[in-house]
């Protein structure tokens, strides 16, 4: 009878072990599973305010297009999309593509060959990198001279967001503007700009009312100003600025990062 109440208790033992080991691989492959692609969604402003011949200019933002996709071309699946920003923003999608470089798994691989795997990928991602940049390059320094470029809608860009998250995605969004929204129709900030943080805030506020129904939460968004940093209060308004980081938490996004 003492040998059987050993014999249980060690299997019992061996059962709750499995188990605990069963846990553990599901929830070491529940948070692979839970890695997520990067989203990137780059929009140039295409209208008068925005020249991209300016030396200062020209330079600052092919700076920022390199960084921001070292950062976020990592691996197969991600994706980088570019927009126009003017008169009908929502249809100017210009480039969409997916990364395809994949990083080999460092399982059971000895100190020699996780070396060459580790070459290996940064050859590869990093010919990606390139060619994603040069494109994107192209494409910021394409002219708009149709008539499109009289209005400067940035937030017909709010839907677009909405759907990048809906893709279960890591979302992040650049703006490569002035953010001087300039629509016939609504805010133009060209005729009527705010004069405090106050009415920016207030205004902000009202606006993003218009598009309550798209939830922005998880996005991150990145604001890449043409200008430097000694130019006056008249060229780079300071609460053109206010308004869109209330506009955008307004809108559940939790912090928006100026450039």
Request: hydrophobic share 35%; proline share 2%.
């Amino acid at each position: 009878m003492k040998k059987l109440i050993i014999t249980l208790a060690t299997s019992i033992a061996l059962l709750s072990c499995g188990s605990s080991e069963t846990e553990k691989d599901a929830a070491t492959t529940s948070t692979v599973s839970e890695k997520k692609n990067n989203h990137t969604l780059v929009f140039f402003d295409k209208t008068q305010s925005v020249n991209v011949d300016d030396a200062f200019v020209r330079t600052k933002y092919q700076s920022a297009l390199k960084a921001l996709i070292d950062q976020n071309i990592q691996t197969e699946g991600d994706v980088f999309e570019i927009y126009y920003i003017h008169e009908n923003t929502a249809k100017a999608k210009v480039l969409s593509l997916s990364a395809r470089t994949t990083k080999e798994s460092s399982e059971g691989l000895n100190a020699t060959d996780l070396e060459a795997a580790q070459t290996n990928y940064d050859m590869s991602i990093g010919k990606e990198r390139r060619m994603i940049l040069d494109l994107a390059v192209q494409k910021m320094l394409e002219k708009n001279a149709g008539a499109s470029n009289l209005e400067t809608n940035i937030s017909a860009s709010i839907p677009l967001l909405s759907e990048a998250l809906n893709g279960k995605k890591d979302v992040k969004a650049y703006y490569f503007s002035d953010m001087v929204e300039s629509i016939k129709n609504g805010r133009d900030f060209h005729k009527i700009a705010p004069i405090s943080h106050d009415q920016a805030q207030e205004w902000a506020k009202t606006d993003a009312e218009n598009y309550k129904l798209y939830n922005l939460t998880n996005a991150q968004i990145s604001i890449i100003l043409p200008f430097s940093p000694n130019s006056s209060s008249k060229e780079n308004n300071p609460n053109v600025s206010d308004y869109w980081k209330v506009y955008f938490e307004t809108l559940g996004v939790s912090g928006v990062k100026e450039i």
